[in-house]
């Protein structure tokens, strides 16, 4: 347990086009310590990556979306409840109009888990310290007004913490606790890049190094479809 975490926003960062080496970018415009978490938006992955497509004039987004999806859930007008091949269960299976030129769209990365090993090890080589990279997007929540931005890759952390077998405060014994942490690295570092702010890249400072760990993914904070009450 820490009792202090520092979340700096990093500015300067040109835009992102297609085929940009993004860690590069961001070792140029940030300057990192040991046990540094760099959390860096879905979208200026999703740029880097090349995963810009361009939208039907009459068709609009509706056939992206429904190609990047495995499974619609729900429609509601023009939203759609969509699960992805990665397994996320989101609004327009992901598809993102916002801060793309127009006439595209965003899609996701194709894995971001490799994404961010990528930014991880290149970011490592460049500093010589041990950093972890999230990659983060915006979720709505089903119970809950509101977006927050949540992981959907991650390199270097792991993704939940497990606290069942461990006493609380008063000493009893937590039988289901288990804490996402890389979701709530992530909102913390939405605090300082915003949603129109254009910074796309964080770094969380102070974290615990138990949560620090090789070989994790984000799947594991994905809910299984036989654990899943709502499907």
């Not at 046990?35 to 056939?63: C, F, M, N, W």
């Not at 609004?91 to 996701?108: I, R, T």
């Not at 991880?120 to 010589?128: E, G, I, V």
């Given at each position: 347990?820490?009792?202090?975490?520092?979340?700096?926003?990093?500015?300067?960062?040109?835009?992102?086009?297609?085929?940009?080496?993004?860690?590069?970018?961001?070792?140029?415009?940030?300057?990192?310590?040991?046990?540094?978490?760099?959390?860096?938006?879905?979208?200026?992955?999703?740029?880097?990556?090349?995963?810009?497509?361009?939208?039907?004039?009459?068709?609009?987004?509706?056939?992206?979306?429904?190609?990047?999806?495995?499974?619609?859930?729900?429609?509601?007008?023009?939203?759609?409840?969509?699960?992805?091949?990665?397994?996320?269960?989101?609004?327009?299976?992901?598809?993102?109009?916002?801060?793309?030129?127009?006439?595209?769209?965003?899609?996701?990365?194709?894995?971001?888990?490799?994404?961010?090993?990528?930014?991880?090890?290149?970011?490592?080589h460049?500093?010589?310290?041990?950093?972890?990279?999230?990659?983060?997007?915006?979720?709505?929540?089903?119970w809950?007004?509101?977006?927050?931005?949540?992981?959907?890759g991650?390199?270097?952390?792991?993704?939940?913490?497990?606290?069942?077998?461990?006493?609380?405060?008063?000493?009893?014994?937590?039988?289901?606790?288990?804490?996402?942490?890389?979701?709530?690295?992530?909102?913390?570092?939405?605090?300082?890049?915003?949603k129109?702010?254009?910074?796309?890249?964080a770094?969380?400072?102070?974290?615990?190094?138990?949560?620090?760990?090789?070989?994790?993914?984000?799947?594991?904070?994905?809910?299984?479809?036989?654990?899943?009450?709502?499907?």
């Amino acid at each position: 347990m820490t009792d202090r975490i520092e979340v700096l926003a990093v500015v300067g960062l040109p835009e992102v086009r297609p085929g940009d080496d993004l860690a590069a970018l961001i070792a140029g415009a940030a300057d990192l310590v040991e046990g540094d978490v760099v959390v860096v938006t879905q979208k200026v992955v999703s740029k880097a990556e090349d995963r810009l497509v361009d939208i039907d004039p009459e068709a609009g987004h509706r056939p992206l979306v429904e190609r990047e999806s495995v499974r619609i859930l729900r429609r509601r007008g023009d939203l759609v409840i969509a699960e992805t091949e990665h397994g996320f269960v989101c609004a327009n299976a992901g598809v993102d109009l916002s801060n793309v030129e127009a006439g595209q769209a965003a899609l996701l990365p194709v894995d971001s888990d490799r994404s961010a090993r990528r930014i991880r090890d290149a970011l490592r080589h460049r500093f010589s310290v041990n950093v972890a990279v999230v990659v983060s997007d915006t979720f709505g929540r089903p119970w809950r007004r509101g977006v927050t931005d949540v992981a959907i890759g991650c390199a270097g952390l792991r993704p939940v913490v497990d606290l069942r077998g461990t006493t609380d405060a008063l000493g009893r014994e937590l039988q289901v606790t288990e804490v996402a942490v890389v979701d709530e690295i992530a909102a913390a570092a939405e605090l300082v890049m915003g949603k129109a702010a254009g910074v796309p890249v964080a770094v969380v400072r102070g974290i615990d190094p138990l949560w620090f760990g090789d070989g994790s993914v984000v799947d594991d904070v994905v809910r299984s479809p036989d654990e899943d009450l709502f499907r």
